[in-house]
């Protein structure tokens, strides 16, 4: 059965993760996996994400929270974080790109609606992707922007108050739940899509479709 999408007036994305392949498990790993027992590597990266989450839960830049995170995770494991791991992440995360399923659809989205980034980084972070991805943006929220990361309130509310908008005016794309999809359903955000990149589960219950690429939800939006 197909599915049809209302159509918004804006369509907003997370960035890294969903439009940017999300590469930190390619970045950490070959630094911590000579310091770690093999069956420790999958808890140790299950903890890493979940203390990433907790570092963004109070503004810090975004190097920071880089930083932050991976000198957490290795004292919990008992392992050394290095000075130098933590400059390598910080450079290496800047290097990320499109996912190869990204430009060519987003640039035909782009056609037809403005295009919305709100995003768990900094500006230079985004002044880096944001030409990766092939495709124009009429605004370009960031962390540093708006003194908060998602899940906080303040980031969406900045969001609403820049654009002059509604969440009904939206249809939101992001792969993440904890940090887009849960906190929107709360705000009152109806029309999401659940990218499904293979960071988290489908959580129906929290209104977003979930869709396998950029080419569904234009199809669901009728302009393929």
């Given at each position: 059965?197909?599915?049809?999408?209302?159509?918004?007036?804006?369509?907003?994305?997370?960035?890294?993760?969903?439009?940017?392949?999300?590469?930190?498990?390619?970045?950490?790993?070959?630094?911590?996996?000579?310091?770690?027992?093999?069956?420790?590597?999958?808890?140790?990266?299950?903890?890493?994400?979940?203390?990433?989450?907790?570092?963004?839960?109070?503004?810090?830049?975004?190097?920071?929270?880089?930083?932050?995170?991976?000198?957490?995770?290795?004292?919990?494991?008992?392992?050394?974080?290095?000075?130098?791991?933590?400059?390598?992440?910080?450079?290496?995360?800047?290097?990320?790109?499109?996912?190869?399923?990204?430009?060519?659809?987003?640039?035909?989205?782009?056609?037809?609606?403005?295009?919305?980034?709100?995003?768990?980084?900094?500006?230079?972070?985004?002044?880096?992707?944001?030409?990766?991805?092939?495709?124009?943006?009429?605004?370009?929220?960031?962390?540093?922007?708006?003194?908060?990361?998602?899940?906080?309130?303040?980031?969406?509310?900045?969001?609403?108050?820049?654009?002059?908008?509604?969440?009904?005016?939206?249809?939101?794309?992001?792969?993440?739940?904890?940090?887009?999809?849960?906190?929107?359903a709360k705000l009152g955000f109806?029309?999401?899509?659940?990218?499904?990149?293979?960071?988290?589960?489908?959580?129906?219950?929290?209104?977003?479709?979930?869709?396998?690429?950029?080419?569904?939800?234009?199809?669901?939006?009728?302009?393929?």
């Amino acid at each position: 059965m197909s599915i049809e999408l209302p159509r918004p007036k804006y369509i907003s994305f997370d960035v890294i993760g969903t439009l940017i392949y999300f590469e930190m498990r390619k970045t950490v790993e070959p630094i911590v996996k000579d310091r770690l027992p093999a069956d420790q590597l999958e808890p140790f990266f299950a903890d890493f994400s979940f203390i990433r989450y907790d570092e963004v839960l109070e503004y810090h830049p975004y190097d920071e929270v880089l930083e932050r995170s991976f000198r957490r995770i290795c004292e919990r494991y008992g392992i050394e974080a290095r000075d130098e791991d933590v400059a390598a992440i910080q450079r290496d995360v800047l290097e990320w790109g499109a996912h190869p399923d990204v430009p060519e659809p987003l640039a035909k989205m782009a056609e037809h609606f403005p295009l919305v980034a709100l995003s768990n980084a900094d500006d230079r972070h985004l002044n880096t992707f944001i030409p990766r991805l092939g495709a124009p943006f009429h605004a370009v929220i960031t962390a540093e922007q708006t003194g908060a990361y998602k899940p906080r309130v303040q980031a969406f509310d900045h969001m609403l108050r820049q654009l002059d908008a509604k969440p009904s005016e939206f249809l939101h794309i992001s792969s993440h739940q904890l940090y887009d999809h849960i906190p929107m359903a709360k705000l009152g955000f109806t029309n999401k899509v659940f990218l499904d990149r293979g960071y988290d589960p489908d959580l129906p219950a929290y209104g977003a479709v979930r869709m396998t690429s950029l080419d569904e939800v234009n199809s669901a939006l009728g302009i393929a």
